[in-house]
């Protein structure tokens, strides 16, 4: 869908609040299958882990990898410990705090916001073709555009509203020592000096699935964080390129120049994992988003085969 078209379309017809608890977060998907155990699941899991390792070794630039499967709980991390720049992926901390504080009645979803030319930032994002003061955004719609539509412009109002500050603070509190929200997005002088937003492939990871497993927020806005993250990712995002169509991702992506990243949960049926992949230096931006996607492809390939076959390694209905 046209970006312009889906953000008119959002902030036309988008009901104010909060979604409705059905897509709560849940610790077990419905219908999943006992983990599959035994020798060749574990060949299996090897193989993905050694592939994974050659793919990074192979990446002209510097790549990291976290994944885990939220049914075993198995776990492959590849410079998961490196701090990345995380460019826009570093919105999914900012939407938790919005949803936090409006979860704890610090602010209200509904509020307004004017927009003004002083503040448009560039990069991507409507907001900046908006009129000088003819229109008043919600905050709700504001966290739409942030993720749906990466916008720069929205996600800067919503910092300066929640609090550049409160944000890292609730990072800390979480035990996310290494994500840290640096600046604002947009800020040339700063990216010059180095300043950028942070995190590693481990804590991306990490902070997604709290907010699967509804740790961070409640069951109704962990249902609208979930559904403002899904949107239609097939095809449109990295990590999307490498799933086939109907398979849900809910994921935000990042990118800089010599900067690609994604993190997000695949919410394959009965079989639910988390992803984050992370480059930097790359020598060639495109070949690092097809990096990612190479990534994602492998993964799905090995979490849809666990998934479908007994533990034997018989495919199953």
């Known amino acids: 869908m046209n970006a312009r078209v889906l953000v008119f379309a959002l902030l036309l017809t988008s009901t104010l609040g909060v979604a409705p608890a059905g897509l709560a977060a849940q610790t077990q998907a419905p219908g999943a299958r006992p983990p599959v155990t035994g020798p060749g699941a574990a060949e299996l899991r090897g193989k993905l882990g050694r592939e994974l390792n050659q793919m990074v070794a192979q990446f002209d630039g510097v790549m990291a990898v976290a994944f885990k499967d939220l049914e075993s709980g198995d776990l492959v991390a590849i410079n998961a410990d490196m ?156 990590m999307g390129r490498g799933l086939p169509a109907g398979v849900a991702l809910a994921s935000k992506t990042g990118s800089l120049s010599g900067v690609r990243c994604e993190s997000g949960i695949v919410l394959m049926e009965g079989r639910p994992y988390v992803l984050s992949v992370m480059t930097a230096y790359a020598a060639d931006d495109a070949a690092a988003e097809r990096a990612i996607t190479d990534v994602s492809r492998r993964v799905y390939s090995y979490v849809e085969r666990l998934a479908h076959s007994n533990a034997h390694g018989v495919r199953v209905p």
């Open 83 to 238: 701090v990345m720049p995380q460019a826009s992926s570093i919105k999914i901390a900012v939407l938790v705090e919005l949803l936090r504080q409006a979860q704890a009645g610090k602010l209200r979803l509904e509020e307004r916001v004017e927009i003004r030319k002083a503040q448009f930032a560039g990069g991507s994002g409507v907001l900046q073709d908006f009129g000088d003061g003819t229109s008043a955004v919600s905050l709700r719609d504001l966290a739409a555009l942030m993720i749906v539509v990466s916008d720069n412009t929205a996600t800067n109002l919503l910092i300066d509203r929640v609090g550049q500050a409160h944000v890292n603070e609730t990072l800390e509190s979480l035990r996310f020592e290494k994500t840290r929200l640096m600046r604002r997005m947009i800020q040339p002088e700063e990216e010059r000096r180095g300043v950028e937003n942070v995190s590693t492939a481990r804590e991306m990871a990490g902070l997604v699935e709290q907010l699967y497993r509804g740790k961070l927020l409640n069951a109704n806005y962990t249902a609208l964080a979930l559904e403002l993250l899904k949107n239609e990712k097939y095809e449109t995002t990295p």
